[in-house]
């Protein structure tokens, strides 16, 4: 009677661990042994999302600019004109990096602007946008509320993200690659 009792009580125990016995047999065995899909990474998936926000990038701003970003690594704005109707400072936007501002005529760095924009469509796997749309979401903002956009940002002075060194020698290649002084490079 007594063993009679003891297997009824690990069937039932068994019949109801049977769904979490099953799962967990299956996460040991992993996908590849025919457990569910679902959870793997699609290794494309950020590729994809990259082109579409290059070809958005290109749509806004221009063939000519698009190309610089691809050949330089980032995108150059322009602030407001000065009383001569020349930009007194410019920024330099990297993706996933600070803003950089830079004095238009001397080419001194001037402060790092740091502000993010993370991707909220899928809170639970994106953590960042990809590099063109994060270019975007800054060149937006800081032509739709540059103020704005700079009270929002921490700042800091150049070189604590950013080597110093480096950004100049970006500011050269833009100049190089516009053929002008940043100055005159306007977008």
Request: a negative charge.
């Amino acid at each position: 009677m007594i063993a009679c009792v003891a297997v009824c009580a690990l069937t039932a125990a068994a019949v109801a661990a049977g769904p979490w016995a099953r799962r967990s047999f299956e996460r040991l065995r992993g996908p590849s042994a025919g457990g569910s899909r679902d959870h793997l990474p699609d290794p494309g998936r950020e590729l994809r999302a990259e082109r579409r926000a290059e070809q958005l990038l290109r749509s806004v701003l221009g063939e000519e600019a698009f190309e610089a970003y691809k050949a330089l690594g980032f995108v150059h704005v322009y602030g407001e004109p000065g009383e001569d109707g020349i930009p007194v400072y410019g920024y330099l936007i990297y993706p996933h990096k600070p803003i950089v501002s830079f004095d238009v005529a001397s080419g001194e760095l001037l402060n790092e602007h740091c502000v993010a924009f993370p991707d909220r469509s899928e809170p639970e796997n994106a953590q960042r946008l990809p590099d063109a749309d994060d270019v975007l979401a800054k060149w937006m903002a800081l032509r739709g509320d540059e103020r704005g956009l700079i009270r929002a940002a921490n700042m800091n002075l150049p070189g604590r993200q950013l080597d110093p060194d480096h950004v100049r020698r970006d500011l050269v290649r833009l100049s190089e690659w516009t053929g002008r002084s940043p100055a005159g490079a306007g977008i």
